[in-house]
């Protein structure tokens, strides 16, 4: 059971614009920068949004990030067959020493 | 180019200890963290604990307490984690991260993953 909640999967179809949530709690999200992943197949995670809504170098900006209180969203638009990927959100969390925790992942078919 | 190089796939027993290397190279090795994240077959990713590369201080899982321990090498920028009293839940892929910004949860550089697995 991850601490961030994201739905397992979302679709849609070349051109099309999709979200992906991400709900969280006063300790994480609600207090901390919401950070998103792309994990390509057999690839390791790339980070995608950080800061809530802030692009790395490289990362198009079809790629968009927002949040509100203790939810966040990832929306693509444009999709195209390339961005079929796992989606995982992660946050720091206030509670005990202080950790990292992620969203139990969203895998995003194009159809 | 900025990489992190990860140490090869490990087979081991339940009960032993593995210890896996992450080498960085095109940066400042002290000027970061490194983050150690896990990801079992087919499941998500879970975050395993953090180490300054500048001073050496930890923070790790409060699940992990106990049977992992990370280190650094500041003169080859190398990071470690070794994890002990291996259990078949252990098994995973094991990535080494880049810490962009400290207490963030937003990691800019990932090495390529170490397969480990626990099996008798």
Known sequence: ?????????ASGTPGQRVTISCSGSSSNIG??????????PGTAPKLLIYSNNQ???GVPDRFSGSKSGTSASLAISGL???DEADYYCAAWDDSLNGSVVFGGGTKLTVL | QVQLVQSGAE???PGASVKVS?????????????SWVRQAPGQGLEWMGWISAYNGNTNYAQKLQGRVTMTTD??????YMELRSLRSDDTAV??????????????DIWGQGTMVTVSS
């Open chain 2, 11 to 13: 087979v081991k027993k």
């Open chain 1, 55 to 57: 692009r790395p170098s």
């Open chain 1, 31 to 40: 207090s901390n920068t919401v950070n998103w992943y792309q994990q390509l």
């Open chain 2, 94 to 107: 094991y990535y080494c991260a880049r810490v962009a910004a400290a207490g963030t949860g937003a990691f």
């Open chain 1, 1 to 9: 059971q991850s601490v961030l909640t994201q739905p397992p999967s």
């Open chain 2, 22 to 34: 992450c080498k960085a190279s095109g940066y400042t090795f002290t000027s970061y963290g490194i």
């Open chain 2, 74 to 79: 500041t003169s080859t920028s190398t990071a």
């Open chain 1, 80 to 82: 195209q067959s390339e």
